[in-house]
């Protein structure tokens, strides 16, 4: 039986942006435009975008249309010794679905309750998402056993995944067409409402007004080259394994740029709607919008459901608010899932798809439990900050490394260059060889100095080394497979 394939060429953008729009586009993006100096952060955005944002997608889609291979075989046969890197991306994602999933499920919960006669956070939206949804311990400490609610709905999270995913892209190829839209639509949807209400553009001002001094604060560069590789699922084998689907002489450089543009055309849009609403927040308040404007989980769960509740027909806009981020992020969390399992099918051919999809999202879930204890907040944030301040750019770092000096950047862009509409030109050789590594690099270093300086949150030692050994068991099983090499060929 010959490889599966995506429906067509748009199914596959569309599974590739689906799993780049994600809660990151909405919680992250527009919080760190505003705080790292408004329209003026678009400047370092973008060019993280260019020179590295756009070069590694292109590199992520090259390799696995050209091995025709989940990360694991794709990274293998480029070189014999980099099998572990695809265990080591692999990993990543399976930590980040185990709580991707989570916070999905908490949208779930709020969605449910937004049907509700008044919504039930009115008035007390922080209280509300702390004490009543995540009954939320006072320090890691008091793990407080598992929370139901959120592990049944975590439950119900991984039933959506599993029939995304069951039978590989031809179920993903189908749910792709409604769960990539939608959202949009709905964003599109509160965005009108946004507009209507009095104070918005005092919102979209707050957003955008260039502040230009930030350029020369250097941790706005790094927190731009961070959203970029966050944004754009890179380095999770994700993006290896989607374009494994497709036949071996489409179109790589335009597929990667459309992919890129419409991301962070989203990613700019949901900041008009988030800051229009914060914006008529913040007036109906008579406070400011710094006031009000929070990121992650703050942002989602307390700023935004409480704006929304102080408006007519609160329980249908939170109801639609709270639809935008579970359809947002369904695709991100199985796009996560699917990578582990054509990795798992690339060597075990005979297996089953449906079962061993059953088998990976079961993982999934188990190792979400540990998310739905009255403590899961702080285990979630730790989890979160080790996998992408360093998993995601070590297992960059090398793909990097692997491509550009290893397997030969310019064979890799002969390759691109013969299967395209559009060539690509020897900057990208520049970007996969010199600038992406050195940049990476810079990042990681500098998140090392920091921790090492000051360690993560608040969080006591043993805690901590949960965080630090999320990075290093992957990183390890990538050296293990380094020094041993594979005997086998690819
Ligand atoms: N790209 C997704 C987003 O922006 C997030 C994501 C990153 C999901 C990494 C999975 C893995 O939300």
Same mark, same amino acid.
């Given at each position: 039986m010959g490889r599966s394939r995506w429906a067509s060429n748009t199914v596959f953008l569309l599974a590739a942006i689906g799993s780049a729009v994600g809660l990151g586009n909405v919680w992250r993006f527009p919080y760190l435009a505003y705080k790292y100096g408004g329209g003026a952060f678009l400047i370092p955005y973008l060019i993280a975008l260019f020179i590295v944002g756009v070069?590694?997608?292109?590199?992520?889609?090259?390799? +696995?249309?050209?091995?025709?291979?989940?990360?694991?075989?794709?990274?293998?046969?480029?070189?014999?010794?980099?099998?572990?890197?695809?265990?080591?991306?692999?990993?990543?994602?399976?930590?980040?679905?185990?709580?991707?999933?989570?916070?999905?499920?908490?949208?779930?919960?709020?969605?449910?309750?937004?049907?509700?006669?008044?919504?039930p956070w009115a008035g007390n939206s922080e209280g509300y998402f702390y004490k009543s949804v995540l009954?939320?311990?006072?320090?890691? +400490?008091?793990?407080?056993?598992?929370?139901?609610?959120?592990?049944?709905?975590?439950?119900a999270i991984w039933v959506l995944i599993y029939?995304?995913?069951?039978?590989?892209?031809?179920?993903?190829?189908?749910?792709?067409?409604?769960?990539?839209?939608?959202?949009?639509?709905?964003?599109?949807?509160?965005?009108i409402r946004g507009m209507t209400l009095p104070g918005f553009l005092t919102g979209w001002v707050y957003y955008l007004k260039p502040k230009w001094g930030?350029?020369?604060?250097?941790?706005?560069?790094?927190?731009?080259?961070?959203?970029?590789?966050?944004?754009?699922?890179l380095a999770f084998g994700v993006m290896v394994a989607y374009a494994s689907y497709r036949k071996h002489d489409e179109d790589i450089n335009k597929g990667a740029w459309v992919t890129a543009l419409v991301n962070s055309g989203i990613s700019l849009?949901?900041?008009?709607?988030?800051?229009?609403?914060?914006?008529?927040?913040?007036?109906?308040?008579?406070?400011?919008?710094?006031?009000?404007?929070?990121?992650?989980p703050g942002l989602a769960f307390v700023v935004f459901p409480e704006a929304l509740s102080l408006m007519p027909f609160a329980w249908f806009f939170s109801a639609l608010f709270f639809l935008t981020?579970?359809? &947002? +992020?369904?695709?991100?969390?199985?796009?996560?899932?699917?990578?582990?399992?054509?990795?798992?099918?690339?060597?075990?051919?005979?297996?089953?798809?449906?079962?061993?999809?059953?088998?990976?999202?079961? &993982?999934?879930?188990? +190792?979400?439990?540990?998310?739905?204890?009255?403590?899961g907040l702080y285990f979630l944030d730790i989890v979160d900050h080790f996998v992408n301040a360093y998993n995601l750019?070590?297992?960059?770092?090398?793909?990097?490394?692997?491509?550009?000096?290893?397997?030969?950047?310019?064979?890799?862009?002969?390759?691109?260059?013969?299967?395209?509409?559009?060539?690509?030109?020897?900057?990208?050789?520049?970007?996969?060889?010199?600038?992406?590594?050195?940049i990476i690099l810079a990042l990681l270093v500098w998140n090392l100095v920091l921790e090492v300086e000051k360690p993560y949150g608040d969080y006591p030692l043993w805690a901590l080394s949960i965080g630090w050994a999320v990075t290093l068991v992957p990183f390890l099983i990538f050296l293990f497979f380094f020094v041993r090499g594979s005997k086998t060929a690819a």
């Open positions: 070069p590694l997608l292109m590199l992520e889609f090259a390799v +696995g249309q050209k091995t025709q291979a989940g990360a694991v075989k794709a990274f293998r046969s480029l070189h014999h010794r980099f099998g572990g890197l695809g265990i080591f991306a692999l990993l990543s994602s399976f930590i980040i679905v185990c709580y991707y999933a989570v916070v999905m499920a908490w949208s779930l919960i709020y969605f449910l309750v937004s049907f509700a006669k008044h919504v009954e939320l311990t006072a320090n890691i +400490g008091t793990i407080g056993g598992i929370n139901w609610t959120v592990l049944l709905a975590l439950i029939f995304s995913v069951w039978k590989g892209v031809h179920s993903v190829g189908k749910v792709v067409w409604w769960t990539v839209p939608l959202p949009v639509i709905l964003l599109g949807v509160l965005l930030a350029l020369l604060d250097p941790q706005v560069w790094q927190a731009a080259f961070g959203q970029i590789m966050f944004t754009l699922t849009f949901a900041g008009f709607v988030v800051f229009a609403i914060l914006g008529a927040m913040a007036n109906l308040k008579g406070v400011g919008v710094s006031e009000v404007v929070k990121s992650g981020l579970l359809t &947002l +992020g369904i695709d991100s969390a199985f796009s996560l899932v699917e990578a582990v399992n054509a990795a798992i099918h690339d060597r075990y051919a005979r297996w089953n798809v449906p079962l061993l999809s059953l088998i990976v999202c079961a &993982l999934g879930f188990l +190792g979400g439990i540990i998310f739905t204890t009255r403590a750019l070590i297992v960059a770092f090398l793909q990097t490394i692997l491509v550009g000096w290893v397997y030969g950047a310019e064979k890799l862009r002969a390759y691109m260059n013969k299967v395209s509409h559009w060539d690509v030109g020897a900057w990208w050789t520049w970007s996969i060889k010199v600038v992406s590594p050195l």
